[in-house]
């Protein structure tokens, strides 16, 4: 069995008497957590199977509710559309993957807080996912700016793959 994160959603609420461009919390979101259990076939010590036998969801993620301002003034100009919930990228460099003991749905980077739930886009393909930093890495002698859980990276790609092209965003 391990733990998986359920990164939390976020809605928007328009709110005519806030200015536009700022956001007030309405309600703090919270990630959910679940169980999986796996069965995991080995041959000679490598794995060579792993098969998700079930997912039961302990508690369920918090949404987080926003305000957000719409109340234009004179020459104010109204906000542009907000940015994915991920943001900007922040981070560029390629994803590698491992068995982390800080379990499902985490990730290593170096320096990133502990709890930090990062966005991977994959700029080879485009796939997306996202992990919680639980560890500390990748080893800098390797040149990757983030290794990723084996469920978090075969999101992104096959885990055959061994390394990809990533973006980071937090």
């Known amino acids: 069995m391990e733990n998986k994160i359920i990164p939390f959603p976020t809605e928007y609420k328009n709110d005519p008497t806030l200015a536009a461009g ?3 919390t309405i309600q703090a979101g ?13 041959k000679d010590g490598q794995i060579v ?7 039961e969801v302990v508690q369920p993620p918090v949404t987080q509710i926003l305000r957000r301002g719409t109340k234009t003034s004179g020459s104010q100009r109204p906000p542009a559309v907000p940015a994915a919930a991920s943001g900007t990228p922040r981070q560029s460099g390629s994803a590698s993957w491992y068995d982390s003991h800080a379990g499902s749905g985490s990730c290593a980077h170096l320096t990133l807080p502990f709890g930090t739930i990062v966005t991977i886009r994959n700029t080879a393909n485009g796939r997306t996912a996202q992990c919680r930093v639980g560890d500390r890495g990748p080893m800098a002698y390797t040149g990757h700016i983030i290794d990723l859980n ?15 092209p990533v973006q980071l965003s937090w």
């Open 22 to 24: 700022h956001t007030a």
């Open 30 to 42: 919270h990630n959910g957590l679940s169980h999986v259990f796996s069965n995991v076939v080995r």
């Open 49 to 55: 199977q792993w098969n998700v036998v079930r997912e």
């Open 150 to 164: 084996r469920d978090v990276f075969a999101q992104l790609a096959s885990l055959g793959t061994g390394v990809i």
